[in-house]
């Protein structure tokens, strides 16, 4: 009598035993797996460049990369952050959406394209960085360092006398892995913010659509040390799936032209979603 209510006993604890340990081995399904892409290293080389190409397959939860190492390395974000910028100042009315003007004061500017009046979207697109700096200011210090913990970009270095730079030199930082983390809780409405701000972004950050994919994304530049650093990260949708990418890449040599350099952001990014067949 007392074996078998000792069985009886046992049985609950000996089946919660057993869920817990399918429950933790389920976990370990939904560890997205890494595989390495040598051809994303001949895309590098053969354009005399160094650093890394992160794709994601949301569908295959899996990883692809000429380097895994390089993906954890944080560097500037640099003109990547306009998202996360734009994101803000829709949050907090400052922009209303993607047709708000920002004002040309009529000082010269690095680029001629910025000496205009630009709305949210061709800001956003000609990568108007005048136009993100008062953005910033008007933003301010606190609102700016909140709103970053909030959507969780990076690690980004924000203060009184860097509130409109902190972005382009510094400390901030970010690594493609967190690149395309961000990205998802984008795409897929996790981050913290409204229906018609995530609408918006999707609009100013729509590049290509075709009749078998979209392309969305947003380049970047900044220089550490002596060289050039070059930011293009993105999602492409395709039939059912989404498939997330961050690009971040120097010349090998210093002698490169920015002229050269700065197509290459895209181009080489595009050459690998081409060899995975994600855009034809």
Not at 13 to 18: A, G, R
Not at 223 to 245: C, H, I, L, P, R
């Amino acid at each position: 009598m007392q074996m078998r209510y000792l069985i009886i006993t046992l049985l609950p604890i000996l089946m919660f035993s057993c869920k817990t340990k399918e429950s933790k081995e389920d976990v370990k399904f939904d560890t997205p797996a890494e595989v390495v892409v040598p051809e994303f290293q001949t895309i590098l080389d053969s354009s005399d460049l160094e650093g890394a190409i992160l794709i994601y397959d949301k569908k295959k939860n899996t990883y692809y990369s000429n380097s895994f190492s390089e993906s954890r390395v944080q560097h500037l974000p640099a003109s990547t952050f306009k998202i996360p910028n734009s994101i803000i100042g829709l949050e907090l009315n400052i922009l209303e959406n993607d047709k708000t003007i920002f004002k040309w004061d009529g000082t010269e500017r690095y680029l001629p394209v910025w000496e205009q009046d630009l709305s949210l979207k061709d800001a956003f697109q000609t990568s108007c960085v005048p136009c993100y700096q008062e953005l910033a200011r008007k933003i301010g210090v606190e609102e700016m360092k909140k709103y970053v913990k909030k959507l969780k970009f990076g690690q980004m270095d924000i203060g009184e006398e860097t509130i409109d730079n902190f972005w382009l030199m510094g400390s901030s930082k970010i690594s493609p892995f967190e690149q395309v983390d961000f990205l998802k809780r984008l795409k897929e409405e996790q981050l913290p913010i409204s229906k018609s701000t995530h609408e918006t972004i999707k609009i100013i950050l729509k590049i290509e659509s075709t009749d078998s994919y979209t392309l969305s994304g947003k380049t970047g530049l900044s220089v550490y040390g002596e060289k050039d650093v070059g930011w293009f990260v993105g999602f492409v949708e395709k039939e059912s799936n989404v498939y997330y990418f961050a690009t971040k890449i120097s010349p090998r040599l210093n002698d490169m032209a920015r002229d050269d350099f700065n197509p290459l952001r895209q181009e080489v990014s595009i050459k690998a979603l081409s060899k995975m067949n994600i855009i034809e």
